[in-house]
């Protein structure tokens, strides 16, 4: 089994920033792929940024210039930098990751419990 376990959330004032943390721990072979995900209330759960082996990287195009997301290989650790943060950025934020626990099997996606960042004004 593979747990990931979020950290960093909080409230902030809009314009201040935040970082998130997620550790990915358990049968792990290769990690694909890690990313986070948030949700606000009464909306679906959307991609904020994605991190693939090799270092690619993509936005929500509402993000982009205003977050980064960062992998730490060794520490299996994903982090989400968020600067310039705004209201609208209030949301649970969710870690995902596809992971490989055995080399011959596909990968399994992977979902941290969640978050909560709120961004006041």
């Known amino acids: 089994q593979v747990q990931l376990v979020e950290s960093g959330g909080g409230l902030v004032q809009a314009g201040g920033s935040l970082r998130l943390s997620c550790a990915a721990s358990?049968?792990?072979?290769?990690?694909?792929?890690m990313g986070w995900y948030r949700q606000a209330p009464g909306k679906q759960r959307e991609l904020v940024a994605r991190?693939?082996?090799?270092?690619?990287?993509n936005y929500k195009e509402s993000v982009e210039g205003r977050f980064t997301i960062s992998r730490d290989n060794a520490k299996n650790t994903v982090y989400l930098q968020m600067n310039s943060l705004e209201r609208e950025d209030t949301a649970v934020y969710y870690c995902?990751?596809?992971?490989?626990?055995?080399?011959?099997?596909?990968?399994?996606?992977?979902w941290g419990q969640g978050t909560q960042v709120t961004v006041s004004s």
């Open positions: 991190i693939i082996t090799g270092g690619s990287t």
């Open positions: 995902n990751a596809d992971i490989k626990s055995e080399a011959l099997r596909p990968p399994t996606a992977y």
């Open positions: 358990g049968s792990i072979f290769r990690i694909l792929a």
